[in-house]
């Protein structure tokens, strides 16, 4: 085809594609997918089933309490740990058996796992000598790292003389030297104090978003987790509760595990009496959920931000203020309501212990969830509705 012909042909595609409102099926391979992976110990399962896909250039983070599992899907990722059933593959390939150093990934420890007897220069050059780069590719490329993690000025110190924040630059900057096409990183700002945490976490994400690498962090921080995710996926008990966006675990959490995890929350027993309507504390409240089925019991989720303290003649419900402590940005108030729930709630100005005050909220604040619901049995249940719906159609 002629070159002007091509260009006429890709043209009247677009348009078609356009007009039509047709959308491009993105088929592209994960760079990791793990299958039905399980992981036991004599009759101890660590991991249950787990699916998942990560694709490239993303930032996803393992979130869950202590022993939950996330440290131990990243040491199977990296090749530490082998799988008791299912399988793990690398851009399509299974890699169960596949040795570390033949895995183009590196991890990013807590404990920075530097070399003390050497200058940050000859720990950030030690994967590129191993790999025989040559004298003068090898400085290129550690100045290329230090430059990116803003340590070019501390080639020559030794790793004795650096801070906390500095030792993690240079771990990291010594893991990407390799050019891995996937950074793993196990807490690797659980050492720092709040301040420089948080300016780690910056310059993590800025990192990530100039390489356009794939980064799969282990955190048991929610805020952390919220701050640098493109994705999270929210274990506890080897299990994956929930994966999703930032902002859908945290406006949409599917099960109490979730919503308790995640931020502070209110977690109230309901009963779902139609689409829209639910009920708690004694009466109905109009609201933004749908899909349960009639007079279902369900739990309710109202976050403490999403909650204002007013008069009595405006409040959906009374309370009366337990306990109060100032959080600088706001004050955290303990309240108490008329059938002993207790609600916490985020408020810019001061109240009075013991005062009686109106509480509300807005119908979209109001989050419903089934009890202790799975994802899978979440996605089961919105498939059967569909499925109704077809059959009455």
């Known amino acids: 085809m002629q070159p002007v012909k091509l260009c006429a042909f890709l043209v009247t595609i677009d348009l ?23 992981l036991s110990y004599g009759d101890d399962e660590v991991l249950k089933n787990i699916d998942l896909e990560l694709e490239a250039g993303k930032f996803y983070t393992l979130l869950g309490p202590s022993g939950s599992g996330k440290t131990t899907i990243l040491n199977l990722i990296s090749g530490q740990l ?5 399988d793990i593959l690398f851009e399509g390939n299974i890699i169960n058996d596949v040795p570390v150093e033949k895995r183009h990934m590196n991890t990013v420890f807590q404990d920075y796992g530097l070399f003390p007897n050497m200058t940050v220069f000859e720990n950030v050059a030690f994967g590129p000598s191993i790999k025989g780069m040559s004298k003068k590719d090898i400085k290129t490329k550690v100045t290329e790292m230090l430059t990116l993690v803003k340590l070019n000025q501390y080639a020559d110190r030794e790793i004795t003389e650096l801070s906390g924040g500095q030792r993690q630059r240079v771990a990291i900057a010594r893991a990407l030297a390799n050019d891995p096409e996937v950074l793993l990183l196990d807490e690797p700002l659980s050492a720092l104090d709040y301040k420089l945490r948080k300016e780690m976490q910056y310059e993590l994400r800025e990192i990530q978003q100039r390489l356009g690498i794939t980064f799969v962090f282990v955190t048991h921080d929610q805020e952390e987790a919220l701050a640098m995710s493109d994705w999270i996926f929210v274990m506890n008990d080897g299990v994956i509760q929930q994966n ?3 902002e859908d675990i945290y406006d949409e959490p599917i099960n109490h595990f979730v919503a308790d995890f995640i931020g502070e929350s209110n977690i109230l027993d309901g009963i779902m009496k139609t689409d829209y309507l639910v009920h708690f504390t004694g009466k109905d409240f109009e609201n933004v959920d749908a899909g349960m089925r009639p007079n279902e019991r369900v739990e309710i989720v109202l976050r403490p931000e999403d909650l204002d303290l007013t008069t009595i003649e405006n409040g959906k419900l009374i309370v009366t203020i337990a306990d109060q402590s100032f959080r600088g940005d706001y004050y955290e108030i303990t309240a108490i309501d ?7 709630v985020q408020a810019t100005n001061k109240s009075k212990i013991d005062a009686r005050v109106g509480l509300t909220f807005d119908p979209e604040d109001i989050h419903i969830m089934r009890f202790n619901e799975s994802e899978n049995d979440f996605d089961a249940r919105l ?4 499925g109704e719906e077809d059959a009455e159609k």
């Open 16 to 38: 078609l594609i356009k007009s039509e409102g047709w959308e491009l099926t993105n088929i592209s391979t994960p760079i990791i997918e793990f299958k039905n992976v399980g």
């Open 82 to 86: 082998t799988v008791t059933h299912g």
């Open 244 to 246: 999703g966006s930032p």
């Open 338 to 344: 008329d059938d002993g729930n207790e609600w916490q």
């Open 383 to 386: 498939e059967s509705y569909e």
